[in-house]
């Protein structure tokens, strides 16, 4: 069973969002930064959850697709996200997770990317083909950012900071590392090996996958374009695609501005 909570949010607007019921134990938050992979990590735990009943709550996707910036997200969604149980995903923004006890508690999945690869690609999903919600704050937002990416080259882009929060929310992820019930996940580990990382998502999960159900759904997910197109939410899947678009002052930029990938994540430096 389900029980949908109808928020109100800014602008007397409502958004509706769906709770299964909760499974014993703790809650379970996935946290995957932009462009580190998020829609494929997402879209594979939707997949393991229609298998297995896993009670998933896609929160941010819920909440963004309704027009809501995360500063305008009511209290009322912190409140039911305490509930034990549940998996709680979609999460690109850290944002106020930390004050959750049921984020304290639980288990915590994070998705990680090199940053210069995070860069170029989130220009170009930002620039050409990153879905747009239908209304609110948040339309407003993403069509402004749209324009301003359309208007710049790629080097320009990131040389005047339009790239930084997104890194910058990455990087504190490493808070998180060596923690207790924390699972990292980098992208350059698992793009060209998706049959074992299913089988680790639904381990850290806690879910029991047979290994035939494991091995379609890795299939259905493994796309890999020939060759690059910037049109396409799947642009290109190649790690180190950076070498071959960033100038090294764009280099040298990212890797001054945040230090954190490459002292805390194993990144290598260039510069």
């Known amino acids: 069973m389900t029980t949908t909570h109808t928020l109100t949010c800014p602008g007397d607007t409502t958004v509706s969002i769906d709770f299964p019921d909760p499974r014993p134990g703790p809650a379970t938050f996935v946290v995957a930064g932009h462009k580190t992979g998020s829609v494929l990590l997402n879209r594979i735990i939707d997949d393991l959850a229609a298998l297995t009943g896993l009670p998933v709550v896609r929160v941010e996707e819920v909440l963004w697709r309704g027009g809501l910036k995360i500063k305008d997200w009511p209290q009322q969604i912190f409140d039911l996200m305490e509930q034990p149980g549940l998996v709680y995903t979609s999460f690109r923004d850290l944002q106020r997770l930390g004050e959750l006890t049921s984020f304290q508690t639980g288990r915590r999945i994070f998705m990680i990317r090199d940053p210069r690869d995070v860069a170029v690609s989130y220009f170009f999903s930002m620039s050409k083909s990153h879905v747009i919600p239908e209304g609110g704050a948040a339309r407003e937002d993403m069509l402004r950012m749209r324009d301003a990416a359309a208007q710049s ?119």
């Open 153 to 271: 080259d790629l080097d320009s882009f990131i040389q005047r900071g339009m790239a930084n929060n997104v890194l910058r929310n990455i990087q504190s992820f490493a808070q998180y590392l060596g923690t207790p019930d924390t699972v990292f996940y980098k992208y350059e580990d698992i793009i060209f090996a998706k049959e074992p990382w299913v089988a680790q998502i639904a381990a850290d999960l806690g879910i029991s996958v047979p290994q035939d159900d494991i091995a379609r759904i890795a299939r259905r997910h493994d796309i890999i374009p020939e060759q690059e197109n910037p049109n396409a939410h799947i642009r290109s899947v190649k790690p180190g695609g950076w070498r071959e678009k960033l100038s090294p002052q764009s280099v040298a930029f990212i890797e001054e501005k945040f230090p954190l990938f490459f002292e805390k994540y194993g990144y290598g430096r260039e510069s």
